[in-house]
């Protein structure tokens, strides 16, 4: 045991020295950062007595801002750099103390305790210094997390709006929870090293009292304690020894009061983790919730978007197919030219003839509008101009009234209007006089002039026979005279107007009957706007005033009695009765009062529930309530 204690001294000799070492090169490596960091703080203590006192120039202003952030970044750099040597020093000298302490708890294993007695002082001195090293780089750890945990906070205030502004800030605040989480770690550690620290004062204080009650003194022999007590210096050991052991009692309740605080608040922390670990993961299963249910309630709009994407590839796809087929023809045409072919006017009279017998219209649907037979007398006239420009060898014989028929069958669909989309945009319903017998023969489509001489064709098989006319249309009797007042000047317009050999064919004919009911329509809709026009109280008010339906009464001017509780202070009609002026109130000033917020910014509400997550998760008002007090532990 004398050799191992030798060995013992030997050994913190070493230790001693090697901390020496450590010191001096974590010195030397410390000097460069700490001098940046003392001339940074000069030069911008220099810039702002600069820009406070002299007269300068915008340009030269900004020049100084930029110098002074460029210098306050090389601080907070050489801050960090030193806090991240700091760390690195505390680890080697805790990691080497904390090797010894094991070596010596080794050792104890191989003694008896009377045999290791006389090491224990050494071991509780180790355990000490092993906390207190721990203890050193746990706080100097602490610190560092604390800079980086500002430096985040920082940036999310100073995140700008953008596309990427939302995703940017749920990063941060992810990496904002694992700095909380490590920080946590850290606090705990510091924690336990205090406890150990704690613990070591507790278990030497509890030697000592133990020491002092079994220490065994001698006195001289007396009758009793009453006369031991009467001499002066028998009585000056005897309340000395009392005293030591009454302070290292109240040392060691004290101490162990300061380890039940440390232990509470090691559990604080423990709940504290708890609760951010689960407010972390909540928050990530309400995101993933939130994405679910955005992707279950969207997903017809997903469909609906893939199927008009496909649509669009596909719209895409014939188009490129169609300009290519186009290409194709272009080419053809121009390598191999050739004639077109046109057929004959009687090639085309015997299809429309086989078209309306294939599919037999009703006799209900033969009635045109007015725009048909507008378009039908146009083609007729321009047909006889064509015709008189030709020559009489170019033109052919009219027509049969089988064929004029054929032909107004044949007609597209598009000439004949219905008499139900005649809007109340037109004017006043045009009632068209019934042609006669006579008139159906006058009425033909002239033949347009044929192409230049073809191979000769097989003659068309002969026509059918013609149809009986229709009958004519029963007319009401109270709109007939109406209908004729009306119908005569709108008759001669129209004779003065289409010459005899170009007049209306048969088919397009109107029925009283319908305009009478169109008429009776367009009456009603005019009235019923008229209603809808007048329909506003007001403008019935009005319109009876005009009337002089009714007279307005002039109402008399009432004065209210005044209240008997109410001040004409505090009434604003007494005072503007009394003459006081109203100040006016600008506009602008209302208009922000009323403006919203800034929390209505998605981002800046995104910031602020941030921040307010991150004060709820890291403890830093607690730790200024419950914080412990400072001890100095080199004592």
Excluded at 173 to 197: G, H, W
Excluded at 454 to 461: A, Q, Y
Aim: charged share 35%.
């Amino acid at each position: 045991m004398v050799e191992l204690l030798d060995l013992y001294q030997m050994e913190d000799e070493a230790y001693s020295s090697l901390a020496e070492a450590t010191t001096e090169l974590y010195q030397y490596l410390l000097q460069p950062f700490r001098d940046m960091r003392e001339l940074a703080m000069l030069r911008r203590q220099q810039i702002k007595i600069s820009m406070e006192n002299d007269y300068l120039g915008p340009r030269r202003i900004e020049s100084l801002q930029k110098e002074d952030a460029d210098w306050q970044r090389k601080a907070h750099m050489a801050v960090l750099s030193i806090q991240d040597l700091t760390v690195k020093y505390f680890e080697i000298t805790a990691k080497a103390q904390k090797a010894v302490y094991d070596r010596m708890r080794a050792d104890q294993k191989k003694f008896g305790k009377a045999s290791w007695a006389a090491a224990a002082e050494r071991m509780e001195k180790l355990q000490y210094a092993v906390s207190k090293e721990t203890l050193q780089m746990m706080r100097a750890k602490e610190i560092c997390l604390e800079q980086r945990k500002h430096a985040l906070k920082e940036e999310m205030q100073s995140l700008q709006g953008g596309t990427e502004a939302i995703a940017r800030l749920d990063q941060l605040e992810a990496d904002y929870y694992d700095l909380q989480l490590q920080l946590y770690e850290v606090q705990f550690e510091i924690l336990k090293c205090e406890e150990l620290l704690l613990t070591a004062q507790l278990e030497s204080i509890k030697r000592l009292i133990s020491e002092k009650r079994d220490e065994v003194v001698y006195y001289d022999t007396y009758e009793s304690m009453e006369a031991m007590l009467e001499k002066e210096e028998m009585a000056a050991s005897v309340y000395l020894q009392r005293e030591e052991l009454q302070k290292l009692q109240q040392k060691a309740r004290q101490l162990e009061a300061r380890r039940g605080r440390v232990s509470a608040k090691k559990s604080y922390l423990r709940n504290k983790k708890e609760i951010c670990i689960a407010k972390h993961n909540e928050k990530f299963q309400q995101r993933t919730r939130s994405e679910d249910e955005y992707r279950a309630h969207h997903t017809v709009q997903l469909k609906r978007e893939k199927l008009h994407d496909e649509e669009e590839r596909k719209s895409a796809w014939v188009s490129q197919e169609r300009q290519k087929t186009l290409d194709r023809l272009r080419t053809f045409k121009q390598r191999y030219p050739g004639q077109v072919i046109l057929k004959s006017t009687r090639l085309r009279l015997a299809h429309a003839r086989r078209k309306s017998a294939a599919s037999p219209v009703p006799q209900e649907d033969q009635c045109d509008s007015l725009p048909g037979v507008l378009q039908v007398e146009e083609k007729t006239e321009e047909v006889g101009e064509r015709r008189g420009k030709l020559g009489p060898s170019q033109t052919a014989e009219p027509q049969s009234l089988a064929q004029l028929e054929d032909t107004a069958l044949a007609q597209p669909e598009a000439i004949s209007l219905p008499l139900i989309g005649v809007t109340s945009e037109l004017p006043a319903p045009v009632s068209l006089p019934l042609l006669n017998n006579n008139d159906l023969e006058l009425c033909s489509v002239i033949e347009d002039p044929l192409p230049p001489p073809l191979p000769p064709t097989p003659p068309p098989p002969p026509p059918p026979p013609p149809p009986p006319p229709p009958p004519p249309l029963p007319v009401a009797k109270d709109s007939a005279p109406e209908t004729l007042e009306k119908d005569m000047p709108r008759k001669e317009g129209n004779e003065k107007r289409i010459p005899k050999s170009a007049s209306a064919p048969s088919a397009h004919l109107f029925d009283s009957s319908q305009l009478v009911s169109a008429r009776k329509k367009l009456r009603k809709t005019a009235e019923g706007l008229q209603r809808r026009r007048v329909s506003s109280p007001m403008d019935e008010v009005l319109a009876s005033l005009k009337r002089g339906s009714f007279h307005l009464k002039k109402v008399e001017q009432r004065t209210l009695p005044p209240f008997p509780d109410e001040d004409d202070s505090n009434n604003i009609l007494a005072q503007i009765r009394k003459g006081v002026k109203l100040k006016k109130v600008q506009k602008d000033v209302l208009r922000e009062s009323f403006t919203l917020l800034p929390d209505t910014d998605p981002l800046t509400r995104s910031i602020h529930e941030a921040l307010r997550r991150i004060k709820e998760a890291s403890p830093e008002s607690e730790d200024e309530e419950e914080a412990l007090p400072c001890t100095d532990w080199e004592n």
